[in-house]
C-alpha cells in the first residue's frame, strides 16, 4: 500500500510526534529520558514500579568504580570501616555488621528497607530530628544508631562511594516520583503486649542456630576466602542483642519495625512465624542489653509525629512507657491510621 503525505501532512506529523514525545517525558515513561533531566515537572508523588538496576549499567569509568565501591562498602561493611580495621581513623562503625544486614541483598529487596528510590526523596524533613536532612546525614544516622558508631565526613571517600551507590539505585526513580515499597509495611496490631518470655522460647527454638544462643551472631571464620588480615571479623550471622548490636536509638530497637522486619524475613530464607510469635521473639530481643543511645529522650522534638512505638519517654500521649515499648498498639492508633498487613515476597 502506498501513502502520500503532503508536506503540510508531514509538518503535522512532526508536531504531533514531538508533543508525544514531550508528554512521555514529562509522564516518566521512560526511565533514561526522565532521569537524564533532573528539573522535568513531575506530578508530585507519582508512583513508580519497584526496579532494581542492572549491574551492567554501571559505567565503566571513574564514576562507576566508585559506585562500585559503595556496594562493597554497604555489603561488607565491616572491611571498610569496622571497629578492626587498619586505619584507626576510619573506624566509623563500632560493630562487625553490615548495611546489608538490614537492608537486605544490598538494600534491593522491597518492603523491607529496600532503597531503591531513596535517594531522590533528599533531602527531606525528617520526624526523628525535626529537621530537613540530606542523604549523608541519613546514612549517618544508621551509622550512629544502627552500627554504634560515630559519622562520617560528608567528603570522606568511604561516604561519597556509598552515597554513588546508594544513587544508582534510583536510576529508574526520577525526582518528585516514589516507589511503593518502600520502608517496612505495617504488621497487623495484637490485641495484647507483646509476651518476652514466650519470645525467648520462639528465639531459641528459631533463631539461635544462628544469632547464638547469647545473641552476640556468629564470626565468621579467620582463614577463610579473601577477607584481608587487618579485617577478620565480619559476621556470618549478625548480632541481635547485646554490645555489638544496634544501640537503643536505632530504628529497630521499635517494637512494630523489628517484628515487621522479622515477620517477612526470619529465620532468613524461610520467614515462617507467625504474627504472635513475631512481636514476641522482637519483644525479648528488644528487652536484652544494648549500647545506650543517650540522646534517645531528644528524638521527634514534634511530639505528634512521635511513633507509637517508640520507647522513650516524652509523650504527646498519657499511655505509660512500657505500653509504647510493648503494646498494645490498637488504643494508641492516631486518628485515620489503621493496621495493615503485607507480607513481603
Ligand atoms: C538461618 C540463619 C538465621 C536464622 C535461623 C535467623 N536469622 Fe536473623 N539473620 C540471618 C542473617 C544471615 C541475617 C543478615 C542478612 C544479610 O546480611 O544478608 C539476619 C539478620 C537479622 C536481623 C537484622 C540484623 C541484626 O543483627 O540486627 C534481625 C533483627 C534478625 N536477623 C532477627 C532474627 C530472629 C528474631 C530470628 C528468629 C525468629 C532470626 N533472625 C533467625 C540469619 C538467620
Ligand atoms: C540494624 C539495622 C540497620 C543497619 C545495620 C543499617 N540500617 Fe539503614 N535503616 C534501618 C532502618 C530500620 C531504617 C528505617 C527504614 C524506614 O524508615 O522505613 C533505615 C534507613 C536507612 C536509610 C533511609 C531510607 C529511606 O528511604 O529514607 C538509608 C539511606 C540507610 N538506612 C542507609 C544505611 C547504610 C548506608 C548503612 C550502613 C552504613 C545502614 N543503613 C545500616 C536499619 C539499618
Known sequence: MKTIISPNGKIVIIVFSFLISLYLITQNSHPFLSCKSENITIKKD???????????????????????????????????????VKDVSKRYARTNMDCQNCHLKAGTLKNVFGLIGTYTRYPE????????????????????????????????????????????LSIYVPKGTRTEEQGIPKIQLLTRA??????????LGKCMTCHSEDGEGALNI????????????GYDYPPVYGEFSYNE?????????????????????????????????????????????????????????????????????????????????????????????????
Request: hydrophobic share 35%; aromatic share 10%.
Open 222 to 233: 579467620p582463614g577463610n576466602i579473601d577477607v584481608p588480615a587487618d579485617s577478620m571479623k
Open 194 to 203: 507483646a509476651d518476652t518470655s514466650s519470645g525467648r522460647m520462639v528465639y
Open 125 to 168: 524533613m525528617d520526624a526523628r530530628s525535626g529537621k530537613v536532612i540530606n542523604i549523608q546525614e541519613r546514612i549517618n544516622n544508621c551509622l550512629i544508631r544502627s552500627m554504634n558508631g560515630k559519622a562520617m565526613p560528608e567528603d570522606s571517600k568511604e561516604m561519597k562511594a556509598l552515597v554513588a551507590y546508594i544513587k544508582w
Open 46 to 84: 507519582s508512583i513508580v514500579p519497584w526496579q532494581v538496576p542492572e549491574i551492567t549499567s554501571i559505567p565503566d569509568n571513574a564514576e562507576g568504580a566508585e559506585i562500585k565501591l559503595g556496594k562493597s562498602i554497604f555489603v561488607d561493611t565491616y572491611r571498610y570501616i569496622g571497629p578492626d
Open 249 to 345: 536509638g536505632a530504628g529497630m530497637y521499635k517494637l512494630l519495625t523489628a517484628a515487621s522486619f522479622i515477620f517477612s524475613k526470619m529465620p532468613y530464607h524461610y520467614s515462617e512465624l507467625t504474627v504472635e510469635e513475631s512481636y514476641d521473639v522482637a519483644a525479648f530481643i528488644n528487652s536484652k542489653s544494648r549500647p545506650v543511645f543517650k540522646d534517645a529522650g531528644k528524638d521527634y522534638p514534634d511530639l505528634k509525629l512521635k511513633p507509637i512505638d517508640s520507647p522513650f519517654p516524652p509523650y504527646g500521649d498519657s499511655f505509660t512507657q512500657l505500653q509504647h515499648k510493648y503494646g498494645p498498639y490498637g488504643p494508641m492508633l492516631k486518628e485515620g491510621e489503621k493496621s495493615i498487613m503485607i507480607k513481603p515476597e
